[in-house]
Structure formats: C-alpha cells, structure tokens
C-alpha cells in the first residue's frame, strides 16, 4: 500500500467514498477495507493516543477525537485502534504492508505533515468541517516542519543506536516477521520511543496546567508546540524503565530556564513540593546578574499546581533529590 504517493484528486475521491458510506447493516459484521486517507489519519492518532490503553470495557476513555474519526469513518472506535496496532508492528498477525507504511512514514515525518495538511484542506473544501474530520493535531493553518509534530525529544539521546537499546526485542521480531530492511526497522522502533516521549510530553503539560510549575509562567495562547514550556522526567528517561517513561506523575512542566535548572540539578523538589535551591546556585545568586531575578525572585516556594494534577510521585522525587540535586 503505497500511502505515500497520493494525489490531491486521490484524497478527494477517498474522502467521498468515506462521506457515502453505510454502516454495516446487522447481522453483517464486515467493514470495508481502510483506504489510504483512513490508513494516514490513523497514523496520524499515533501522536494523541496509545493504542495499547484502550480495548473493550475502557473503550470510552479514550480522546472524543478516536470516537469522532470512527464516526467519521463509519467504523467502530476499536477498529480505528486495531489497525493502529497492526501498524506499528505490535501484532504479529499484522500485514507486511500495513508495517512498512509505519515505517516509511517515521523515516519522514516532514511527508507525513504534508499529507495530513493535503487531506484536511481537501476535507474542508468539500465543506467536511472539525465536527466530522477534526484537526486533532493543530496543523492546517501551521508550518510542516518535522519539529512541529513531536514535543519532548530534547530529553531523549542523541544517538539513535543508544535509544534503541531497550527495543532490541522487538527490532529481532520485527526483522524476522516482515522483512523491511535494517533501516526501516530501526526508523519504525525509534518512531515507536519518539511517540511514547512525545505522548508523555503532552499528557504532562496538560497534567501541570500548561504552565511552569516553577514560577507560573503560561502561553497558553501559543500553543503547545511554542517551545516556551517543556515537559521532563522528574527521574531522568535514561535511567527510567519503561512504565515509568510514561508515567505523568514522573513529569513537571517548566519553561526552558527552570527546566533547566531542574535537569542540572540547581533546584530540586522536596515530597511536600517545596523548591529547593543548590548552595551552588544561591551563591550564582549572590554574584551573577540576573541569576536572582529568575532563581529567586520568580521561582515560588513550592511547585504550583493546579487543582486537576496528578502530583508528582514522591519516589521520584527523592531519585532526583538523591541523584541530581547539587545539594
């Protein structure tokens, strides 16, 4: 299935087909195959959902967005993540077609934005609006730079071959399953890290209120994807093991000054919340310009949450206190 290659007048047909299709009528059970828009939207969920969370009786916790698209698409909301999960390669059973788009769409993220921008504005022009085929990931009126899809990734190592590390299992699976080649399996497991981080990323600046729990700075107007807030593992991800990669109650929000500051150990959290200062850095305070404008007079006296939070996990917390913190 060649994704990838499709045309503006190909997008427009499919979308039709879509908008003048029947639900399945009882006692028939069998849907139509997926087109390739329906394939590209649900590659494109990857960036808001996890798959994995959501099946049977949790079904209708997963985002409105899931529910909306089936809608849409005339499909039940598990089928939209069953094909998800053959995508990614996560079932064995899953076509060698189906995993290659995957793959093809990680090696080149730029495309993917493309795409997604191409049938949105098709879908608009066929007067289909968001409460049928929503923006759910902010880009028709935005840029389709790469960067703009994940958050996070600052956080991550720079080599690919060390971020690989904990995918070895599923790079040997993958290889003897579908045969796509070396480069591409390394591209679609390093996706599948990328969109764990970028996922984390955007639960935990919606978990801390959008706004830097150090000194309550919030642009919130900017939008996410602004770079003036981060989202960091409070235990660093290098040294986390994979449920507490994804866990929210090991993240804080900050802007990239005090995220900073926390990553390098200048300011720590104690397990009732409070903001502590490295001696390092109250003496920086004493001696450096500007050093006490943004260590002492913004930061406040204990994190800033808001009423909704999941609070940081106190484990965490004394990782970091124990481990990072300059003391």
């Known amino acids: 299935m060649d994704v990838v290659d499709l045309s503006r007048t190909e997008i427009s047909d499919q979308l039709l087909e879509i908008v003048q299709r029947q639900w399945p009528a009882p006692p028939q059970k069998r849907q139509v195959d997926f087109n390739r828009v329906e394939v590209l939207i649900c590659y494109g969920l990857f960036y808001i959902l996890d798959p994995h969370r959501y099946g049977g009786r949790n079904m209708h916790l997963a985002p409105e967005v899931l529910h909306t698209l089936a809608a849409f698409f005339k499909r039940s909301s598990g089928s939209l993540t069953n094909k998800m999960l053959n995508l990614d390669g996560s079932r064995k059973n899953s076509g060698r077609d189906e995993v290659l788009v995957f793959a093809q769409l990680s090696r080149a993220p730029h495309v993917y934005a493309a795409l997604y921008k191409e049938i949105l504005s098709t879908a608009r022009h066929l007067s289909l609006?968001?409460?049928?085929?929503?923006?759910f990931l902010d880009l028709l009126e935005g840029a389709t730079q790469a960067e703009t899809l994940?958050?996070?990734?600052?956080?991550?190592?720079?080599?690919s071959g060390y971020l690989l590390?904990?995918?070895?299992?599923?790079?040997?699976?993958?290889?003897?399953?579908?045969a796509l080649g070396d480069e591409l399996t390394e591209k679609l497991a390093?996706?599948?890290?990328?969109?764990?981080?970028?996922?984390?990323?955007v639960n935990v600046l919606h978990n801390c209120g959008r706004m830097c729990v150090f000194c309550g700075f919030a642009p919130r107007t900017l939008g996410e994807k602004s770079g003036l807030?981060?989202?960091?593992?409070?235990?660093?991800?290098?040294?986390?093991?994979a449920e507490e990669r994804m866990d929210v109650r090991n993240g804080l929000a900050a802007c990239?000054?005090?995220?900073?500051?926390?990553?390098?150990?200048?300011?720590?959290?104690?397990?009732?919340?409070?903001i502590l200062q490295a001696s390092i850095l109250r003496q920086s305070m004493a001696s450096d310009p500007g050093v006490?404008?943004?260590f002492s007079t913004l930061v406040q006296p204990a994190l800033l949450l808001p009423a909704h939070v999941r609070k940081p996990?106190?484990?965490y917390l004394r990782y970091h206190h124990a481990n990072i913190f300059r003391g």
């Open 129 to 135: 609006d968001g409460s049928r085929l929503p923006d």
């Open 150 to 159: 994940l958050l996070g990734q600052e956080e991550l190592p720079v080599s």
């Open 165 to 178: 590390e904990s995918e070895q299992h599923f790079l040997k699976e993958t290889a003897v399953n579908y």
């Open 190 to 201: 390093e996706q599948r890290v990328r969109l764990t981080q970028h996922r984390f990323a």
């Open 229 to 241: 807030l981060r989202a960091s593992h409070i235990k660093p991800w290098s040294v986390s093991v």
């Open 256 to 274: 990239p000054m005090h995220d900073v500051g926390f990553d390098q150990g200048y300011l720590t959290v104690d397990e009732d919340y409070a």
């Open 292 to 294: 006490e404008v943004y």
């Open 313 to 315: 996990d106190a484990q």
